[in-house]
């Protein structure tokens, strides 16, 4: 995490490539992202776990009540818009690797900043209809921002092993 | 577009009546919020649960109390208690609580009544927001001062129902709000000790902090401060007993002296908020709606249950999100957690009225006044540690460790009292 | 690269030597196992957490202590112990424990050393199990009464190597088993309390609670019974420190008598298992082998950390499979939870103090017999209790609330025996 964090300032070169890169290796992902069927849900998911270190995910995520109904990247990539999406699967691509090749990473992962609040929204991106209601915000925030109003109420607060209990 | 979709979606709620920052009943704004109401009219229900809920005691009712159903007395069940309060009002009736639809009733009909209350009681007791309001003309803290001031049975005349929507929600966004005086006054002074300045609740806590500080504005230990009684929360060093204990001592402020010693006491009531804070639920960020009024599916509709309750009685959609364990054995590790308190808690009220009589012997057999004194102040503290977590309703189970730790020092005090007269 | 990583992972182990139930020396066992020997002797490092790990203190070797680093001293940093155990051989060396690989060498130079040990302290401190084995011509338990029944010189002599191995392992199939005959011993004496019939450890526990029990062998209150010295683990009435006490009152055993107040006292050690058996992680069904040698990753391959030690040196690999919090917060709650069990020991620590010099003020003064008694009975039961968590090496961690039952009653046995000898 802290590498990362120090990466993110000082090369941000490598980012303009990986962004590229990654942005091929996304767009495939991403545009399928909307067709239907368990099996592409398999298949589209099947990729992440190219890595070993998300066999585990994978395997989780399989048995989870999401299963049937999410690929991992309806909830770990932005649905706002196609740039964004991009942006994301870039961003991660390069991170995801390079914590890979260099087997620089922490036993446990755990999902950043960054990462967190797209799930959130992906969350609300299915769901909104169903939580409409309690997604009310305190008097004080709400002259703030929306994105910062949606975070406000946690979904991953209680519902963090609804992809995968890891 | 996400918030777009939220706005959308949120039309949907029909709103059948116009509801305004007036609107005190709850059965209107029920009309908009039907499910909401439902739960709401719930908490009527009597449940007991090992340690916690409330059970229906039947009794005849009579003219002064029409009461036909009143919980048990905690004062029968825990017999030290009586001795512990001595000369006040808590050692002639001490109910088990039950839920919101009683808290005016219960409020009016105890005997504590007997000795004459203040209006500043009903500010937890009641749905107060609209009444303070129209006695300060706009102004509720002016409507507190106002209150406050007034015979308890005069000031009852100006509520109707016990805690209500308007409480604890601004009317137009449905947002949470803080509506208590002496909750912002409490958690101002409270902030200002962790070095924030000015806080102003309603504008500055988050939404999560507003899920707890609802709660917080009823459920914590309280004074009557100065010739005006005025309610106040004694949170200016911290939330801690410890905090609370030292406000009381700089002050020198005594709610009662003890009939059987002339000790100058301190009663504590209910912190489960103060309690709760010192816990590791607080720590990792739950707060109280999330196990007292944990969401439920209805139709279509996720909403938080309004039935707040003993989360005993409703485990699994109240921890069970959390907790993947089955809801026995979140049950079963809960009365581990109150079992092993209950034990403790009996070992300290026995150690303070060993205490008691300690200082009748002495009173009687003749005491130098120094040591009276000092026999006299470790009671005060005992008491008042005991009676901190012994008056907190979930029976240890919001902080175990703090509450055992805080029995700990109330026996050591106990003790030293004893020894104290002796030396 | 990926290819090689996974296959990797298939890779099944490689039989480099062959293993019997005879081989003592872990340099072997290592040579089919080379991830967990690296790790395993890797409990050579010293590394101070917060409040555990251990520090490396250089000091200059002697001829009669060769060691050239010694960890620090708790009864200096912690006086009071001094007169807990005066007239005990404690009351002249104790230190921070250290890592596995110490074991040996630590209990050989131990000032303790000097007032003449049985062999049965090495039931704990090395590899006994082919020792013990020789000793008895193939029975355990035969060679463990003759190793017992040897002056600790002497004993010594038989074996090598700190824990090792073999004496976790079943060399065929790796399996976990126990190997010190007192476990087997206590266990069962423990399932009979519950009721379960010619419990055979190594027979009927699951392999979860053999993640727990292995280190059950030796991190467990204990002591010598009879004029055999026989090591015995007072679980005959249950694992808590009530039945511990009650078990040593049952039989009126004592470790030595209080120099400066003549009680007849016991020594508390090391009840990790016990402790933690009562905590919420146990009843959770969490092993000590989960967090102390939670798992890690060697290239594709997920193995047993052999690198024994404090979790918040490894908080990631320890805490984080089920705590998805961040580290920083992780260590930030443990140590909450220590901090204020720190703060009560030494409450309850203090109190004893104060009951020995009102011990020793009224010998002087002449006191009663009968109230001399008392107050040595307390005595011996407040120093037992907070001995109990004293000694135990998780800061209160293992299982908060009950630490902290635990004090309180301490606290209450220390005040009242100042109080036995006023009546
Ligand atoms: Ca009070
Ligand atoms: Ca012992």
């Not at chain 1, 967190?116 to 002259?143: F, K, M, P, W």
């Not at chain 2, 899920?211 to 309280?222: A, I, L, N, T």
Request: glycine share 6%; charged share 25%.
């Amino acid at each position: 995490m802290q590498m990362i964090h120090k990466l993110k300032r000082e090369t941000v070169l490598y980012l303009i490539i990986a962004i590229f890169i990654g942005a091929i290796v996304g767009v495939g992902t991403f545009t399928f992202g909307y067709a239907k069927g368990a099996s592409y849900l398999r298949s589209d998911s099947q990729s992440c776990a190219n890595c070993h270190v998300m066999q585990g995910h994978f395997d989780a995520w399989v048995k989870s009540s999401h299963g049937k109904f999410a690929a991992c990247n309806d909830c770990h990539s932005p649905h706002d818009s196609a740039a964004s999406a991009y942006y994301c699967k870039a961003r991660n691509g390069f991170f995801h690797s390079l914590a890979f090749t260099t087997g620089n990473y922490e036993e446990n992962l755990r999902i950043t900043d960054y990462n967190r609040r797209i799930t959130e929204q992906a969350c609300r991106n299915c769901h909104a209809d169903l939580v409409h209601q309690i997604d009310i915000r305190a008097v004080g925030e709400l002259n703030q921002s929306a994105v910062e109003n949606l975070e406000s109420n946690s979904c991953i607060r209680c519902h963090s092993t609804v992809g995968h209990d890891t | 577009n996400i918030f777009e979709r939220q706005q959308e979606a949120r039309t949907t709620v029909l709103k059948v009546v116009d509801i305004d920052d007036n609107t005190a009943d709850p059965a209107v704004w029920g009309r908009n919020f039907p499910l909401q109401y439902d739960d709401y009219l719930k908490t009527v229900d009597m449940i007991q649960t090992t340690y916690g809920g409330s059970e229906a005691i039947p009794r005849t009712p009579t003219d002064e109390d029409p009461r036909d159903l009143v919980s048990r007395s905690k004062i029968e069940r825990i017999p030290q208690l009586k001795r512990l309060w001595a000369g006040y009002a808590f050692s002639k009736d001490y109910r088990e609580k039950r839920g919101h639809a009683y808290m005016l009733t219960d409020q009016i009909y105890t005997e504590r009544q007997k000795v004459g209350q203040p209006g500043t009681c009903i500010h937890c007791h009641a749905s107060t927001y609209v009444p303070m309001k129209e006695l300060g003309e706009g102004d509720i803290h002016a409507g507190f001062e106002k209150l406050n001031a007034l015979p308890y049975m005069e000031a009852k005349a100006h509520v109707k129902h016990p805690v209500a929507c308007i409480d604890c929600h601004e009317p137009e966004t449905m947002a949470l709000r803080i509506t208590r005086p002496a909750f912002m006054e409490g958690i101002a002074a409270f902030k200002k000790s962790q070095g924030v300045q000015d806080y102003d609740v309603n504008r500055d806590a988050t939404r999560q902090e507003m899920r707890s500080f609802v709660c917080g504005q009823c459920h914590v230990e309280y004074y009557f401060q100065g010739d005006e009684k005025r309610l106040t929360y004694p949170w200016t060093e911290g939330l801690t007993v410890d905090a609370a204990y030292s406000h009381f001592e700089s002050s020198g402020f005594k709610d009662w002296t003890h009939a059987e010693t002339g000790a100058p006491m301190l009663k504590a009531q209910h912190p489960e908020f103060e309690l709760w804070s010192q816990g590791i639920h607080s720590r990792a960020g739950v707060a109280c709606a999330d196990c007292h009024m944990a969401y439920k599916r209805v139709g279509a509709m996720k909403i938080s249950d309004h039935h707040i309750r003993s989360p005993l009685l409703n485990v699994n959609a109240a921890c069970g999100t959390c907790h993947k364990t089955g809801d026995q054995e979140l049950i079963a590790r809960t009365e581990n957690i109150q079992a092993r308190h209950q034990k403790l808690v009996k070992i300290a009220l026995d150690a303070v009225i060993d205490l008691i009589d300690d200082i009748n012997a002495a009173k009687a057999n003749g005491v130098a006044e120094d040591k009276m004194k000092a026999a006299q102040q470790w009671q005060r503290k005992a008491t008042f540690y005991v009676d901190y977590v012994e008056a907190e309703n979930s029976s240890g189970f919001h902080a175990g460790q703090e509450a055992a730790r805080i029995l700990a020092e109330s026996i050591d005090c106990s003790r030293k009292g004893q020894n104290a007269l002796r030396e």
